[in-house]
């Protein structure tokens, strides 16, 4: 007690008056801040509304112009799991239309994580955007659009539905045809109805006449068309024509094919001519962003779209007059478009990408006629999903940061932005900043990752986080898509923990350009990611300060196949893991999105696929294992935990288990998400933190 020797009642004293170390925060208060989706932008008036998840307890949310001041619209109470979406404002911006509960799978069953006897329904509504009045039922369905008169259509077991927006009259098909309608698309006036037809092997665009109750389908070929695009004045539609014949092998590397090209077809005539083609080779096969539609036209007769033609993905332009060698790059330089929005004026674009920060998120804006691209946002935050009010007047969008979660902020005049909701209480100044990191993977390919580490200089236990995807980029902080924003508050929470926590950005992610999202042997393919393995498993056993005896994995879906395979190849360099609904048999899981898949049919590539398996490898698998799966996952088949689970009774590897019925891959239920977290982080605290040194 240096400088206290004198008076030593007065130093007990100053001692005492010292506030008390503060607890680490709990997995709850991590989780507690509400998460905020679907922005959507009124067509006039100026406003703004959004999807508000409150710890599992879903709204709409409406700031209106002129002082943008927040409020819920609706009044839902419970953590049922059902789900908000599709946000759809009328012309005159007093109603929003939305969709409430999620999508049927094959077997044509609505998820029911509450496992409510009386079952579960999707379904279309309507609600006052001023609030103050309950919703009304359009009916079930989903994916809803509304015409300037007021007439909403949606689809109803691939069928198109339609009704009075406001719900003053009962809905009703609006007409009948073979294969399963999506996209729908009003005309500027309203009077017709453009849509994609999927017929399984090839699509159509086509538009339904309300006057003549006709449906005409536009240059109908052997290819797969989508993406229906309105030009401003409704005589005519752009579209996506993608080739047929494409290898889509899933979960493999696709680098290049036939090239796709955008149409447009005359609505009196029906007739189609190509207005752009991509060019072989790199960005020959079409990768999407994040955007109402991928075709934009804008007011100055250009059409709008991505491409990877440089390997990365880029907004381009392109003339409709049909000159196919016009296309003019927009965005440029080593970076990925995300999220795109079109103003209302349709003369804007405002996106969001990672350049010049990689592993964040940004919000730029640039002419839709070409010019120079200015930045929105700058800085150590994160931003996305930008909107621009009618009158051109604010931009919304969501932010967070490395310690603040994600909410909806707004900017006015393009000035300093401000929230429009806040996280009171959330226990910001208890997280740790996680810094960015470059490993050697185990071939020499260099990851990129973000390491969560509280001061210390101890030796401590390690674990290695995997995304899911695998066409996902984690951020250095919290996530725009709630699934990755949960698993950020957990690698904080382990690190709150005394764990060093490595998130890993593994080959065939999104955020760095073409030939590293399409990386060679990737998945199926080969399981190229198990280099990355080894190597974030290689660097945490290097550093200073952490235990190399207590090294583990932790990850869901396409995270849970590396969590698997880690373990089933490498038991000797991590000690233990959690597997979320991962993984463990491609060929099982390829037919799950590819049903026509059969394994008989080139056994060399089978093989392949299940030798880059983590039950290809099972036999040298020791390390103890924590599986979770909900048996309603669309996704990730509960079968492959099932199969894991008898493989590894065989070996006499110890697994526990953790199995939720009728929750499906993203966990509806807040409250499961919390049960996932804390049967992980006593699963993990017992094999490494507390084992056995």
């Known amino acids: 007690m240096r400088g206290c020797s004198a008076v030593l009642v007065g130093c007990a004293a100053a001692f005492a008056q010292q506030p008390a170390p503060k607890a680490p925060p709990t997995i709850d208060q991590l989780m507690s801040a509400p998460f905020p989706t679907a922005l959507a932008a009124a067509p006039s008036g100026g406003h703004f509304a959004w999807v508000q998840n409150a710890a599992g307890v879903r709204n709409i949310w409406v700031a209106a112009a002129p002082d943008y001041t927040a409020k819920a619209i609706t009044t839902y109470k419970s953590d049922d799991g059902q789900e908000i979406a599709s946000l759809t404002w009328t012309a005159d911006g007093t109603t929003l239309l939305y969709v409430r509960g999620g999508a049927a799978n094959r077997a044509g069953e609505i998820p029911n994580p509450m496992s409510d006897a009386d079952g ?269 009010s009618s009158d051109g007047k604010a931009v919304a969008f969501f932010r967070s940061d490395a310690r603040t979660p994600a909410r909806a902020a707004i900017m006015a005049a393009f000035g300093t932005p401000r929230d429009l909701t806040d996280v009171a209480g959330f226990p910001a100044d208890a997280l740790v900043e996680p810094q960015p990191v470059t490993f050697s993977a185990a071939d020499g390919m260099k990851i990129r990752g973000q390491l969560f580490a509280a001061p210390g200089a101890e030796k401590r236990p390690a674990v290695v986080f995997f995304h899911g995807g695998s066409r996902r980029q984690m951020l250095l902080g919290w996530h725009y898509l709630s699934y990755y924003h949960a698993t950020y508050a957990m690698n904080q929470w382990l690190a709150a923990q005394g764990y060093i926590v490595l998130s890993v950005n593994y080959r065939s992610g999104t955020g760095y350009g073409l030939e590293f999202r399409e990386a060679l042997q990737f998945g199926a393919a080969g399981a190229a990611e198990f280099n990355d393995v080894m190597g974030a498993g290689l660097y945490l056993q290097s550093r200073a300060d952490v235990d190399a005896a207590r090294i583990g994995l932790w990850g869901g879906s396409y995270g849970g196949y590396l969590t698997a395979l880690g373990l089933a190849r490498a038991s000797d360099l991590f000690a233990a893991g959690v597997d979320v609904h991962g993984v463990h048999d491609w060929n099982n899981v390829i037919r799950n999105f590819q049903p026509s898949y059969n394994p008989l049919a080139d056994p060399a590539a089978a093989k392949i696929a299940f030798d880059a398996s983590p039950l290809g490898s099972v036999k040298t698998w020791k390390s103890p294992v924590l599986l979770i799966h909900g048996d309603d996952d669309r996704n990730v088949p509960f079968g492959e935990s099932v199969l894991l689970a008898a493989a590894l009774r065989r070996q006499g590897v110890e697994f526990e288990q953790l199995v939720f019925p009728d929750e499906v891959h993203g966990f509806l239920r807040h409250s499961r998400w919390l049960e996932v977290f804390r049967a992980a982080g006593d699963f993990l605290n017992r094999r490494l933190k507390n084992a056995k040194k």
């Not at 309950?134 to 659009?145: D, F, M, Q, S, T």
């Open 120 to 388: 579960a329904e999707q379904a279309v509504w309507s609600v006052a955007a001023a609030g103050g009045a309950e919703p009304k039922r359009l009916g079930e369905g989903n994916a809803p659009e509304v015409s300037k008169t007021g007439r909403a259509a949606w689809i109803y077991k691939g069928q198109v539905w339609s009704g009075p927006a406001d719900g003053s009259a009962k809905a009703g098909p609006l007409f009948k045809m073979r294969g399963t309608a999506s996209a729908l698309r009003w005309s500027p006036e309203g009077t017709h109805l453009a849509l994609v037809s999927d017929r399984g092997t090839h699509s159509y665009v086509g538009v339904y006449d309300t006057v003549a109750k006709s449906v005409r389908f536009l240059a109908p070929s052997l290819d797969s068309e989508s993406e229906p695009a309105w030009s401003p004045d409704g005589k005519q539609i752009a579209f996506l024509r993608l080739p047929a014949g494409l290898d889509r092998a899933l979960f493999g590397p696709i680098r290049t094919g036939d090239p796709w090209s955008i149409w447009i077809a005359d609505i009196a005539t029906g007739e189609a001519r190509r207005a752009f083609a991509a060019e072989p080779g790199r960005g020959s096969v079409f990768r999407a962003v994040n955007a109402p539609n991928q075709v934009l036209w804008t007011a100055g007769g250009q059409l709008i779209f991505p491409w990877e033609r440089d390997g990365w993905l880029h907004l381009y332009s392109a003339p409709t007059t049909g000159n196919t060698a016009g296309a003019r790059l927009l965005t440029f330089g080593e970076f990925e478009v995300e999220d795109v929005a079109l103003t209302a004026d349709r003369r804007e674009l405002l996106f969001s990408s990672n350049s010049d920060d990689i592993d964040r998120r940004h919000l730029f804006r640039v002419p839709a006629a070409g010019g120079a691209v200015s930045p929105i946002t700058s800085g150590k935050g994160i931003e996305w999903s930008p909107a621009m």
